[in-house]
């Protein structure tokens, strides 16, 4: 098996798309670090004008921690088209190229051979995310600087303190990773049923979309079904960030305010990833060999 992963590692880093990804994330994360090293401080008192009438504010508050925070937020939303590009190639690409008939003709199982394909692009999907964790938060805190942080929401204003915010990261990030190996799961599903890579990638960014338009829209008619929905639980990671509070009103720190709902959601996308990986061993065991 361990043969296998690395075959299919090679395969997927020795193609220009993957480099792609890896390229467009230190891209945007750079244009979001650099607006805000230009004009971050005359945003950051715009949107906190109201708020300095009523409190007094000191320290600083745009500090690597926020920037990271506002970078996640973004890119979250984009880093699906990255896995698709990958993951929805990983079966796909070997039809397109001819050679799918030969790897399933050799003695290694169609069921060892799709956990190869799929250990890869999991790989592939947790080297991306270090890599966006390495460029969002490392290089934010070089450049910006540490501080407390101050989370801006509709109805309340959550400030961490510093030394509490790394560990919220890290388990963001993790989470982040899962949201993430649901669409890796996904486009690899939708890989089987294909004979080019442009199929999977696309039908991947629509399901996303069409998921996310009716998890956004407040109608009686959807709610059955949103709370199964893998988007409604994609941005579980920022309630990482909402800290407790005991009687007095005072925050708790090394406290998550709804632990249960994390761990609800990261039990649904777990979910969906079972259930998409069994699907995929279920249809490439009962392909026709010949089509």
Same mark, same amino acid.
């Given at each position: 098996?361990?043969?296998?992963?690395?075959?299919?590692?090679?395969?997927?880093?020795?193609?220009?798309?993957?480099?792609?990804?890896?390229?467009?994330?230190?891209?945007?994360?750079?244009?979001?670090?650099?607006?805000?090293?230009?004009?971050?401080?005359?945003?950051?008192?715009?949107?906190?004008?109201?708020?300095?009438?009523?409190?007094?504010?000191?320290?600083?508050?745009?500090?690597?921690?926020?920037?990271?925070?506002?970078?996640?937020?973004?890119?979250?939303?984009?880093?699906?088209?990255?896995?698709?590009?990958?993951?929805?190639?990983?079966?796909?690409?070997?039809?397109?190229?001819?050679?799918?008939?030969?790897?399933?003709?050799?003695?290694?199982?169609?069921?060892?051979?799709?956990?190869?394909?799929?250990?890869?692009?999991?790989?592939?999907?947790?080297?991306?995310?270090?890599?966006?964790?390495?460029?969002?938060?490392?290089?934010?805190?070089?450049?910006?600087?540490?501080?407390?942080?101050?989370?801006?929401?509709?109805?309340?204003?959550?400030?961490?303190?510093?030394?509490?915010?790394?560990?919220?990261?890290?388990?963001?990030?993790?989470?982040?990773?899962?949201?993430?190996?649901?669409? =890796?799961?996904?486009?690899?599903?939708?890989?089987?049923?294909?004979?080019?890579?442009?199929?999977?990638?696309?039908?991947?960014?629509?399901i996303v979309i069409v998921c996310t338009i009716i998890?956004?829209?407040?109608?009686?008619?959807?709610?059955?079904?949103?709370?199964?929905?893998?988007?409604?639980?994609?941005?579980?990671?920022?309630?990482?960030?909402?800290?407790?509070?005991?009687?007095?009103?005072?925050?708790?720190?090394?406290?998550?305010?709804?632990?249960?709902?994390?761990?609800?959601?990261?039990?649904?996308?777990?979910?969906?990833?079972?259930?998409?990986?069994?699907?995929?061993?279920?249809?490439?065991?009962?392909?026709?060999?010949? =089509?």
């Amino acid at each position: 098996m361990l043969s296998l992963i690395r075959i299919e590692l090679y395969k997927i880093f020795r193609r220009a798309r993957t480099y792609i990804s890896f390229a467009a994330v230190v891209i945007i994360v750079w244009l979001i670090q650099l607006g805000f090293y230009a004009e971050g401080e005359k945003y950051m008192g715009f949107s906190m004008q109201a708020l300095s009438d009523t409190f007094i504010i000191e320290g600083k508050v745009l500090n690597g921690y926020l920037i990271c925070f506002i970078i996640l937020q973004t890119l979250l939303v984009h880093i699906p088209l990255l896995v698709a590009l990958v993951a929805g190639d990983m079966i796909s690409g070997e039809a397109n190229q001819g050679t799918l008939r030969m790897l399933m003709t050799r003695p290694v199982g169609r069921t060892r051979l799709v956990f190869g394909k799929f250990s890869a692009a999991v790989i592939y999907t947790i080297a991306l995310l270090i890599w966006l964790a390495l460029w969002s938060l490392f290089f934010s805190l070089l450049i910006f600087g540490k501080g407390d942080m101050l989370i801006m929401k509709s109805e309340v204003i959550t400030q961490i303190p510093g030394p509490d915010i790394l560990w919220r990261y890290f388990a963001a990030f993790c989470f982040a990773t899962l949201a993430m190996l649901t669409v =890796t799961s996904l486009a690899f599903l939708l890989s089987v049923f294909a004979s080019n890579s442009i199929g999977p990638i696309i039908t991947t960014m629509a399901i996303v979309i069409v998921c996310t338009i009716i998890q956004t829209l407040d109608l009686p008619v959807f709610n059955t079904i949103k709370p199964w929905l893998f988007t409604t639980h994609m941005l579980g990671w920022k309630g990482f960030f909402d800290v407790k509070m005991n009687t007095d009103n005072e925050q708790l720190a090394g406290t998550v305010g709804n632990l249960p709902a994390i761990i609800k959601s990261g039990t649904i996308l777990t979910a969906h990833i079972f259930l998409f990986l069994g699907l995929a061993i279920y249809s490439f065991r009962r392909k026709d060999i010949l =089509t």
